[in-house]
């Protein structure tokens, strides 16, 4: 059994503004490692609407990681940002059969953050919006441990 799900959003977590650092890469695939080698599953969960590639300009190294998990996105027509990840989070608890608090948004837009936490949903806020660094490792090793034991 799965001790739960790491949900990535996309821009700016899983990107970086412009050009990513060598450094900003490493953090990205380290912390979806990270995941996984907690017994977590991995899954996307994005504001962009469908498309054909939607992981289109995430670096080939850390989209290498991300091959076969499921990605939830927003419709064009869809609500609200934060309101589309919500039922993408309990979409994506049901469908690795695990409670919802035992999933984790790791996203960089604070108002999503903020209504998670305000419903007992774990999130990670990407603090400069530029992708993930050793910061937001360093709260979701200690959230990965607090939850497996």
């Known amino acids: 059994m799965i001790n739960g799900v790491c949900v990535f959003d996309i821009d700016h977590t899983l990107t970086c503004e ?20 907690n017994n977590f599953e991995i899954a996307i969960n994005t504001a ?22 499921p990605v939830y996105n927003r419709p064009s027509n869809g609500p609200a940002i934060e ?6 989070m309990h979409n994506i608890a049901k469908h690795f059969n695990v409670n919802v608090d035992h999933t984790i948004l790791i996203d960089d837009l604070q108002s999503t953050c903020d209504l998670l936490t305000t419903l007992n949903i774990p999130s990670i806020k990407v603090e400069d919006e530029n992708g993930i660094s050793e910061k937001e490792y360093n709260k979701l090793d200690k959230m990965l441990y607090d939850m497996s034991h």
Do not use: A, W
């Open 83 to 88: 309101l589309q990840k919500l039922e993408n």
């Open 18 to 37: 412009n050009q990513c650092s060598l450094e900003q890469l490493e953090y990205m695939k380290k912390t979806i490692d990270l995941c996984t080698s």
């Open 48 to 69: 962009r609407p469908p498309q054909h590639d939607i992981l289109f300009n995430i670096q080939p190294d850390v989209r290498k990681k991300l091959e076969n998990c």
